[in-house]
């Protein structure tokens, strides 16, 4: 383990946002560890530039060792797998209130959490998906409410949601997705936290990441296909069977279950905070140093590389 006193620790650093960022801090010279059940793993994503450190983050051995000479806490921690969701609690809430009581009791002042867009208890309440979102409404609470020089990036979704539905000339979407959602590339995720968790002037902000624009997906395939020059054409799945689909797996598999609530968010999500998109990134693009990916390079990206 790095003895080095300025240690970056991300926690969640193999996850999808966690990687663009561990990649970011490790560009720019600094030293970054992080947490790793499966070392071999985590050196094939991450490389061996960074300090990894095999345990598991429910293990409170494991958090206490990990923040030996540490300076800066980022936590991205996600349950959102198939392998994963039923340690959500122990995850996502439990292990972060542990990692914050010890990163308190070793004076570790630079705190940034990574969250959801905006939670909105009424709004989960009121879709009766209230479980959706509690561990973060309770975490972004208890971190407001502490004395950390703290940071909440309120992370929309990834363009990779609206790769994710397309097969066979078809963007097959769930209720449809006729709402207009937030949307970011990761690299953008991965620039602006990087950059973030270098700075000390961000103390008690909540910031929304986002690119320029918001977008529903009908209008998402269109982009996509007039980019790609591909014929891509928008068809609504009814929500009703993956959630009658998601009911008869819970025994089984319950992470279909909490895929039928992401999209039961997805298709109710606030019209206001879509209209809100353009604002929210210009505050990123005031406060951090970054030429924003958009949905049309990502697109031209992918196809430069074969994958659409």
């Not at 240690?7 to 560009?27: D, E, H, P, S």
């Not at 909105?120 to 004395?147: A, C, H, T, V, Y």
Request: hydrophobic share 45%; proline share 4%.
């Amino acid at each position: 383990m790095s003895t080095k006193s300025n240690i970056i620790i991300v926690y969640g650093g193999t996850g999808y946002y966690g990687r663009k960022v561990v990649q970011r801090l490790t560009q720019k010279g600094e030293a970054v560890r992080v947490v790793s059940r499966n070392r071999e793993n985590a050196v094939e994503i991450l490389g061996e530039n960074v300090d990894i450190f095999q345990g598991d983050v429910t293990n409170h051995q494991t958090i206490v060792k990990s923040l030996q000479n540490v300076s800066t806490v980022i936590i991205c921690l996600s349950a959102m797998s198939n392998k994963l969701i039923r340690k959500m609690e122990q995850i996502e809430h439990d292990a972060v209130i542990t990692i914050m009581a010890e990163a308190k009791r070793l004076n570790i002042s630079r705190l940034i959490y990574m969250s959801g867009y905006e939670m909105r208890e009424q709004l989960l309440n009121d879709l009766k998906i209230p479980e959706f979102g509690e561990i973060k409404i309770k975490i972004e609470k208890q971190i407001s409410e502490s004395d950390f020089n703290w940071t909440i990036l309120g992370d929309a979704p990834a363009f990779e949601i609206f790769f994710a539905f397309i097969r066979n000339g078809k963007m097959a979407v769930p209720g449809g997705g006729l709402n207009a959602i937030p949307c970011i590339s990761a690299d953008d995720v991965g620039e602006i936290t990087a950059q973030a968790a270098l700075r000390d002037d961000l103390n008690g902000q909540r910031l929304k990441l986002t690119g320029p624009e918001a977008f529903t997906f009908p209008k998402a395939a269109e982009r996509i296909a007039s980019i790609s020059g591909k014929t891509i054409n928008h068809m609504a799945i009814p929500l009703l069977v993956i959630n009658i689909v998601s009911f008869c797996l819970l025994p089984f598999a319950p992470f279909v279950r909490f895929l039928y609530k992401s999209l039961k968010m997805l298709n109710n999500f606030p019209s206001d905070l879509a209209d809100n998109v353009p604002n929210d990134h210009k505050i990123l693009r005031d406060l951090f140093i970054y030429k924003p990916v958009t949905l049309e390079m990502e697109t031209t990206k992918r196809v430069n590389n074969g994958l659409l």
